[in-house]
């Protein structure tokens, strides 16, 4: 068995392209358009203006605790070695279960991007769309098994097709709405007036956060990445800066585009859509190779975090220790990307029970929204605990390393706590009992092993004084 990690194995190019890829710039827009809009309405490129400024202090919390650990385990090991030991648990568990989740709501659009490009008239056919997403989905699993460096090669490429594919789409968008636009052009998208209600507002905020995560993956990987003190973080920032820029130029050309009936009825295949109303045939397939690509990219991300999560706590010896088996030849941790696959396929199987994938896709958002609120606020927490004796240097590191994400944290807890007493009951529960049950296997393992991980003290940020100058320490 190979004793850790391939260090060394990812460039700075390879962690900013997996960012991108986490966030799935074309999934996202794919899949969650229909519920933004029919949301929040024409306010939808504001709310994707106002939860990128939350999630960019996520995105500095993620940069600044990587300067101090790198770990494989990210949010996990930073929450519990600087907050709590059981919150630590409970925000890798968060992960690993919104994550599996996120991945069997991916699969189903790569189900329906397929079908739409060879058998159109089978697009709402669930089980259909389950099949084919299930063979997609083991697909990316063998080609994440096969190595970090064999993956990241794989996902620049995607990225490369998809981004080249997104850029010629906005481009025939951008020549087709300037002369005959559905809906001009107004700033009064961007504006918080737009949203008419704070319920609204905040049932914006929840389904944006939801475009905006994965673009983390980078700091899963600084264990193998050159540079694994600082490349991961700043690709983070790097990442979240791409998106927002294409998730942005997208939203406005949808509502420029599309009338609000055009957009309900291609739900989760809107990017297709898009490109049949907007470029001339074939050209509109475009769009159908971006979101596959995308979608193959997201999955492949979230594949790679949540068996870096399982490995770093394996390590610890919070969970089952098999989880840290790695492949000797690919120095992958195998096993634990099998049960992540193997569950995934399950949900996406039991999904397929649902007879409207639009109805489906919006409470799976639902349920994974809640969750990546409470996991990026715990993260933004310990960023801002962790720090809190450095905060008086000076205005940036108190901005930077205390406000923006302790802000960022209490913002996202608010918008999870709200919009849970609105969504359906059933979703709801599923969201926080998600959470809830990973109490059980914490509490089991911490019998089993006593794990040195809830007993060792608390680690905090302590400058080192040297010749009456204050030095950093990271």
Known sequence: MAKGLKSNALSMVDTVTLAVAGSAPSYSLNATTATLIAAVGLASPGALLYAAIPMFGISFAFMYLNHWRSDAGASYAWVGRTIRPSLGFLSGWTFLSLSTIFMAAAALPIGVSTLSLIAPSQVENVGMATLVGGLWFAMVATVTLLGVNFAARFQRLMTAIEVISLLALAIGAIVKVSTSPVAAFSWSWLSPFAFGNFQTFMAGMLIATFYYFGWDVSSNVAEETKGSSTTPGYSGVFGMIGVFLMFQLFQILVQMGMTPEQVDKAGADLLPQLGDLLLPAPWGKIAILAVLLSTVGTIETQL???????????????????????????????????????????????????????????????????????????????????????????????????????????????????????????????????????????????????????????????????????????
């Open 304 to 474: 790679t975090q949540c068996s870096r999560t399982l490995f770093s706590m394996a390590r610890d010896r919070v969970i089952s220790r098999r989880f840290g088996d790695l492949h000797p030849l690919f120095q992958t941790p195998w096993l634990a990307t099998l049960v992540i696959t193997v569950l995934a396929l399950a949900l996406l199987i039991g999904s397929s029970s649902s007879s409207s994938i639009n109805g489906l896709m919006a409470n799976l958002i639902n349920t994974i929204s809640v969750q990546v609120a409470f996991y990026y606020a715990m993260t933004g927490f310990a960023c801002a605990w962790y720090y809190r004796k450095q905060l008086r240097d000076d205005t940036k590191t108190l901005l930077l390393k205390g406000a923006w994400p302790l802000l960022s944290a209490l913002f996202l807890l608010a918008v999870g706590a709200f919009q849970l007493t609105q969504l359906d009951r059933i979703v709801a529960f599923l969201s926080v009992a998600a959470i809830a049950i990973g109490i059980i296997p914490m509490l089991f393992y911490r019998w089993k092993y006593g794990s040195e991980f809830y007993t060792a003290p608390a680690e905090a940020y302590e400058p080192v004084v040297d010749d009456d100058r204050v030095l950093e320490k990271v």
